[in-house]
Structure formats: C-alpha cells, structure tokens
C-alpha cells in the first residue's frame, strides 16, 4: 500500500477571483515565463525550456553580458468561444525570461535547436575567463 501525501488547496477561494481578473485582462496583456533547465559540460552551458505548440520562427534569443534573454509569442488558433471553457490553463499570449549565464560566455557562436517542442541553446564558455591570474607583489623599501 503506498501512501498519498494530503496538500489541502489553500488557493481554491481564490480561483473564483483569478477567472473573474483573467475574464477582465485582454489578451495581449498577458504574459509568462517559461520554466528552463541550465547545465553546463567541459565546453558549453546548455539551456533548454519546453515551448511545445510555440513556432521556433516567432522566438527571438539574445545574449549579452552573459546575460541570456529567450522571447517569443505563443498564439492558439481554435473556433471554441472563450465562455464555452470549463478550465483555461495552458499559457498563451508572449513569453520573456532573462537569465544570468554562470560563467562568461562567447555569444558569437551561441546555437540554437527545436527539437520535438524543446528548444535547445548551446553557448561555449570564455575559457580565457578561467585561467587564474597570479598577481606579482611590488616591494618596495623605505
């Protein structure tokens, strides 16, 4: 027998005031941030985020400072009326997510794949970054 943790549902009061607030916010105004995973091998630091349903042509992916920044629009074209919903909770409209890369990065020969609704983002690391530094000690006498 296995056990089942019990979470109550502290935001169900709320669900009545988040339709009557989506209900209320046109559609151009809302936006998300799709959820990524960040990892890095000897070379890279690879970035992937699931943007299933999303046309690779309306994303735009920049990079600079080490800071990387994925944008785009997900749009859904269907003839079911907006009040014939019973739940609405797949994201539309635009995406943003800015993040900071961990180490620095050539942003010149940065690729990106869509691969099966994942897209992937390849950046190679600045390995001159990591060479250490050693810092001769001027002595002087008085």
Not at 84 to 97: A, L, N, P, Q, V
């Given at each position: 027998?296995?056990?089942?943790?019990?979470?109550?549902?502290?935001?169900?009061?709320?669900?009545?005031?988040?339709?009557?607030?989506?209900?209320?916010?046109?559609?151009?105004?809302?936006?998300?941030?799709?959820?990524?995973?960040?990892?890095?091998?000897?070379?890279?630091?690879?970035?992937?985020?699931?943007?299933?349903?999303?046309?690779?042509?309306?994303?735009?992916?920049?990079?600079?400072?080490?800071?990387?920044?994925?944008?785009?629009?997900?749009?859904?074209?269907?003839?079911?009326?907006?009040?014939?919903?019973?739940?609405?909770?797949?994201?539309?409209?635009?995406?943003?997510?800015?993040?900071?890369?961990?180490?620095?990065?050539?942003?010149?020969?940065?690729?990106?794949?869509?691969?099966?609704?994942?897209?992937?983002?390849?950046?190679?690391?600045?390995?001159?970054?990591k060479k250490k530094k050693t810092i001769k000690i001027d002595i002087k006498k008085?």
């Amino acid at each position: 027998m296995s056990l089942i943790k019990w979470s109550p549902n502290i935001f169900e009061p709320f669900e009545e005031m988040d339709t009557m607030f989506n209900s209320l916010a046109p559609q151009v105004a809302r936006s998300f941030a799709p959820a990524i995973d960040m990892y890095e091998d000897k070379n890279n630091v690879i970035v992937e985020t699931q943007l299933a349903g999303v046309d690779p042509e309306q994303v735009d992916i920049s990079i600079e400072n080490d800071v990387l920044t994925i944008q785009g629009k997900s749009e859904k074209k269907t003839e079911v009326e907006e009040q014939d919903y019973y739940k609405k909770e797949i994201r539309r409209g635009s995406f943003y997510r800015c993040v900071q890369l961990p180490t620095h990065v050539i942003s010149d020969k940065a690729k990106a794949e869509a691969i099966d609704g994942v897209l992937k983002i390849t950046v190679p690391k600045a390995l001159e970054g990591k060479k250490k530094k050693t810092i001769k000690i001027d002595i002087k006498k008085k």
